[in-house]
């Protein structure tokens, strides 16, 4: 999440795009619109300034009707390729190969929704994402199969298990892509918002509530706005009375499990302000309380 391009003013901003052609030289005009969506497409800083409004499609050279024919006009393959649920091997700290995969859902999520924003998202196949998506739900006694195999399935229950550090961007990645498929009614969503408020601890923070648990939860801002998203996208916001009450530093017990492992500063995991900007996004939702509450990312919402 990026601030709006409101905040600066045309010539600051013009200079903050300009930074994008310099960080990727190889960015000149290609030979057909299907490459500029992939060049889109595979590159994560590319991706969030589209989302965020910082980069609209002209930059690419993109419109609806040409990013649509595009994507018509290439092979079912090709299509699809960026829609796909992609399973990677996972290496120990040691270098030594885990006996685990992952599922990139960041990439898929980001993929998905820039896909959206050009129009073209009922051009690709997702069932089979969404198939393997919904299995990955943890609702038994036991972890989906091919996934981190040390963690306790309670603790994880009703919450999605992707890539195994961070339940709580799991499940909003998941979510992500289910709500913009249209699939979100096919999950058990009371289990997938209590598992959610499991990890809250209150003043708006969200992280590991228990030692040993063997996730890699910063506490910070990032978890609480992936609690706010998934929160939002399950209509449950009203379920968590201090969201945009939230402290300035992150979860106290991640503090103690994390910080010393891992050697990051306390100082720059703090909230960012996050919980004032929940405050005012909140404080600008009509008093009806069966209106939905819009996605923190959308345009001028912060």
Sequence with gaps: MLPPTNLFTAAALEKLRTQFDKSFPHAGPPATPLQQMYRLLGAAALKGAFLNGWLTADYFGLDRDTARRAMTEAAPRTRNFRVELREIGFASHDGIKANYTTLDTHDLADNTLCLQKLGCLDLVDARPAIETLLRHQVLANSLPPGRRPDLDPKLLHGLFETSGFDPIQDTWESL???????AL???DREGCVNGILRFHYGEGLFGSVRTGDQFVIWGDARDTFFAFESLRMLNALDRVKDLDNGSSAPCPLHNRQKTARRGRSLGRNGSLGLPAAVRAHL???PG??????RSLREPGNI
């Design 283 to 285: 404080a600008r939702t």
């Design 288 to 293: 009806n309380p069966q209106a939905p509450v």
């Design 176 to 182: 992500v892509l289910l709500e913009t498929f249209g």
């Design 185 to 187: 009614d096919r999950i």
